[in-house]
């Protein structure tokens, strides 16, 4: 936050609990959809999904609160996710650049299990499509909330995994560039080849009379 005064709207934070650490949204204007309606019903499922088939399909509306993959070479296989019927997958990554074998509030990598708690909200469905080698698969389960209805303005899930084989030397590279209404959860950025450690950028609302500028993100 770079304000000093009191939060306009609702943010995704964590804390610790007794029974481990919980993700909640704090905020005056914006309230999640778990916090709108006493209707909610816990819901959870688990399948094993294979690399060649199509996938698996939740009905909503609901959010799903916990996406977990179990299974021997994870690192081999992509995921895609379509919210409502989408032609186009709304995250589309390999699971090994999308958990980065990281550990934190919203990711859990351990041997031969990822699993993401970033809250991701939709309305008719969700399908979640595994790409990878002949024979690839993982078992799939899933918690989530169902609603009888999403407000309006609830905000999707969106990840894109992108490669390219070289930068451009000392010149800017872009890595993400968006635009549009939302939180910026994050980016993992992986060099596998020469570098010299220096600072990474992100420029948010550039062009704007507020941009801001995060410097030395460490990818």
């Known amino acids: 936050r770079q304000t000093s005064g009191p939060e306009r709207s609702g943010r995704l934070v964590s804390r610790k609990t007794p029974a481990g650490l919980r993700l909640e949204y704090v905020g005056v204007e914006s ?39 179990e299974g021997q070479d ?52 969700a399908r979640l499509v595994l790409r990878g080698p002949a024979g690839g698969q993982a078992d799939v389960s899933y918690c989530l909330e169902k609603w009888p209805q999403l407000p309006d303005d609830v905000l999707y899930f969106h990840a894109r995994y992108g490669e390219d084989k070289s930068t451009t030397g000392y010149l800017p590279y872009v890595a993400l560039q968006t635009a549009g209404s939302g939180h910026f959860v994050g980016i993992n950025l992986f060099d596998t080849g020469h570098n010299h450690g220096g600072g990474d950028t992100a420029l948010i609302d550039p062009g704007t009379e507020s941009p801001r500028v995060l410097h030395g993100v460490c990818g």
């Open 31 to 69: 309230e999640p959809p778990a916090r709108q309606s006493s209707e909610k019903q816990d819901v959870a499922g688990r399948q094993t999904v294979r690399a060649e088939g199509d996938g698996m399909v939740i009905s909503g509306p609901a959010v799903l609160k916990r996406v977990a993959f």
């Open 74 to 125: 994870l690192d081999a296989l992509q995921l895609a996710i379509f919210w409502d019927s989408e032609a186009t997958p709304s995250v589309q990554a390999p699971l090994r650049y999308f958990f980065g074998g990281f550990t934190n509030a919203a990711l859990e990598s351990r041997p031969d299990q990822l699993t993401t708690r970033f809250p991701m909200p939709f309305r008719k469905q």
